[in-house]
């Protein structure tokens, strides 16, 4: 059992004094990296190479990111039993938050507990409801066990659901950021999203909004839709990859030219093509920021590159920040008198 202090100020404090940066992603990057599998999407990286994941953290809150969040997405009971290592679940997720709070501690950043879909969850069955129920509680306990700041609750699918999970975080007295996953075309399976949001927020949820699925593109109008419909913070974290109305989703991206991809999909190993550059991810949250929204964050794809740039034009000067480009003193296109004439030369 830990004494960890509560990180000053809290979320709510911060939200309220201005934006709040959250850093997600850690299944795909660390799946690019090559030690997380596509697929099943398991964390056991947190087992075998907690290393990696405490410099994960680190890269994040050094590129800017207020917010540390334990990986223990998909580190719960249902997907640990996929894989046929039900047993080690606690282990995986005391090991992760305790990762994680190392990093917090360091940096002076949030420590938020994670909990996530369950993926069985059944509306019409009271037994499934009650799996997942459980399923939350214990990875809630073990997250208030580590002393988190927060409880993020995220890519709910399902309204019930994530009302399952936000009245789990509550009961343990954490504050609640829940994010939907928009389901192409832009629905819940049990509601609109933005009813969906108003339901949570009508619920106590400290924070609600979106994560996952959805571009910068095609997640703003569902952000600016909750913006005016509920009272309570919004959230608002895409993936990074450039969706459209005909493609809404990192799902839903299908590239008929392609003979290498099964069904033309290329979820997950070939978004590369797809992806949106820092710049635009500065935008997203530049625009979305404007609206007020002030819980902003990358999810999949989400690389340390975005959050600097993210940070940057929410007026943040992360340490990242020294080594921000600066092109004056590039060699062939430098504009720094020390730059060399026969180097620049060659800028045409
Ligand atoms: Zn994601």
Not at 120 to 141: G, H, K, L
Not at 149 to 160: H, K, L, M, R
Request: glycine share 6%; aromatic share 8%.
């Amino acid at each position: 059992m830990t004494t960890r202090q509560p990180t000053s100020p809290d979320l709510m404090e911060r939200l309220d004094a201005g934006p709040v940066i959250c850093a997600e992603g850690y299944l795909f990057e660390l799946e690019r990296r090559g030690y997380l599998q596509a697929g099943p999407y398991v964390p056991e990286v947190v087992l075998e190479h907690p290393d990696l994941v405490r410099q994960l953290h680190r890269e994040f809150v050094h590129a800017g990111s207020d917010v540390v969040e334990a990986f223990t997405y998909y580190a719960h009971r249902e997907k640990l039993t996929v894989i046929g290592k039900e047993q080690g679940v606690e282990r995986l997720n005391r090991d992760a938050l305790a990762i994680a709070s190392e990093v917090a501690d360091e940096s002076g950043a949030l420590l938020a507990g994670n909990v996530c879909n369950t993926n069985i969850w059944n509306p019409d069955s009271a037994r499934s409801r009650t799996a997942a129920r459980e399923m939350f509680e214990e990875q809630v306990e073990w997250a208030v066990d580590a002393d988190v700041d927060f409880v993020i609750g995220e890519t709910f699918e399902w309204v019930g659901e994530a009302m399952a999970a936000l009245e789990t975080i509550k009961a343990a007295g954490k504050h609640a950021v829940i994010t939907f996953s928009i389901v192409p075309p832009g629905t819940l399976f049990d509601a609109n999203p933005v009813e969906g949001c108003r339901r949570l927020a009508d619920a106590g949820a400290d924070v609600v909004g979106f994560n996952c699925s959805y571009g910068p593109g095609t997640m703003l109008p569902l952000v600016e839709a909750v913006r005016e419909n509920v009272s309570c913070h919004v959230a608002a974290l895409p993936v990074p990859y450039r969706t459209t109305d005909e493609h809404p989703s990192f799902f839903s991206f299908r590239d008929p030219n392609r003979d290498d991809l099964p069904d033309g999909n290329p979820f997950p190993a070939a978004l590369d093509s797809y992806a949106c550059d820092r710049l635009e991810m500065a935008s997203f949250a530049r625009r979305v920021h404007d609206m007020d929204v002030r819980y902003i964050g990358v999810c999949c794809g989400a690389g340390p590159h975005h959050i600097r740039s993210i940070a940057e034009v929410l007026g943040r000067t992360p340490p990242a920040r020294r080594y921000s480009p600066d092109m004056s003193k590039h060699a062939s296109l430098g504009t720094d008198p020390i730059v060399t004439e026969v180097s620049r030369r060659y800028a045409d």
